[in-house]
């Protein structure tokens, strides 16, 4: 079985996005609802903008999927976007009306996005060629991705659960048991504490009003992995190295960080690990989690615990001060229809990157051609 691996392509107005995820074991049972049911929460969330009331994604699996199950060869997914048909004369790969490609170019480049230094790098004087691949309309597919990670790890008992810890300020300060985070995806919010829900929906109401925008944290943890996985020999293989790269590469992530974190720098050393005690039945324990789940660069039996900070969407209805890209002349700020705040979303794609680097850092220590290879080797760890 070759190492698992995803690549995603389409921009954000063009005909469709696409993944394609290498070594997935054959006859893994791949439920196409599920991932449906993923891609409609990745377009839910207090604070959406009007993209999410024109599209209504659903997977469309291409190859490597037979009866659904897995054959073992690669796995392509497709998302088609709705909105092309809106955009086809200036997005398609040939005979675009250069009119309506005119009109529809973005040369008040908006701070905070790709825009301005995209144009600069790739030499375009219209930004929609570099913003229509940083949207992250592209996170649909990586979330449809996420899918087919999730099946490989449900498969083994392991488990990925997330939710909001703070939206603009707005935070929720509880800690809860991983059985009580399912409840958040059932929220408008993704916030478990209903009080701090409530007011961080006000909180965006006033920023939407004030045509300014939000971001926030969120928490993501990982049951069920047993220890071992990742590793200290080089630091490319350490799990927390490639969870922080794998998040750090969702759009408009601005910070990760595990267990207790940027806490760790003001207190002492008795207050920061995790103690080890041994018991005939259980084996090795810890009595607390503070490192997150993860020692040494390896996952060490406890929960996986992950935080990352969005920071507010560039976008801003009112418009930031900016200069036109053309005629170099000050202006306002592009405002694209856009979210006023996309942090529900953002859990829903965190957890699908979590799944891609668990079950590749699975994968490369397991092999495997089968997914019942897999389980059984799992199993005997
Ligand atoms: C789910 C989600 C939705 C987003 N929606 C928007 C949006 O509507 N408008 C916008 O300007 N940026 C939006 N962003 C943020 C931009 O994609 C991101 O800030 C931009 O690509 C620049 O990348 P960087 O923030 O990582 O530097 C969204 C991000 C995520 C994760």
Known sequence: MANLRLTTAGESHGKALVAIVEGLPAHLKIDKTAIDAELALRQSGYGRGGRQKIECDRVEILTGVRNGETLGSPVTLCIYNKDYQNWENCMSDG???????AQRALTKVRPGHADLTGCEKFAWEDARNILERASARETAIRVA??????????ALGVEIGGYVKEICGVKDEKTYAFDELKKAKQTE???LDEVAAERAKERINAL?????TAGGVVEVRVRGLKSGFGSMMTYGEKLDARLA?????IQAVKGVEFG???AVGSK???AVHDEIFFEEKRGFYRETNRAGGIEGGMSNGEEIVVRLAMKPIPTLMKGLRTVDLRR????VAASERSDVCAIFAMEIIAEAAVAEVIATAVAERLGGDTAAQVKERYDRL
Request: charged share 20%; net charge negative.
């Open 145 to 154: 991705a996420g899918g087919l990670f999730k099946a490989y790890l449900t």
């Open 328 to 331: 170099k002349e000050a202006c």
């Open 268 to 270: 002492s050393g008795a």
């Open 95 to 101: 005979g675009c009306d250069e009119g309506k490609m």
């Open 189 to 191: 919010t993704g916030m």
């Open 260 to 262: 207790e974190g940027f």
């Open 208 to 212: 939407k009003n004030a045509g300014d």
């Open 245 to 249: 790269c794998a998040l750090m590469g």
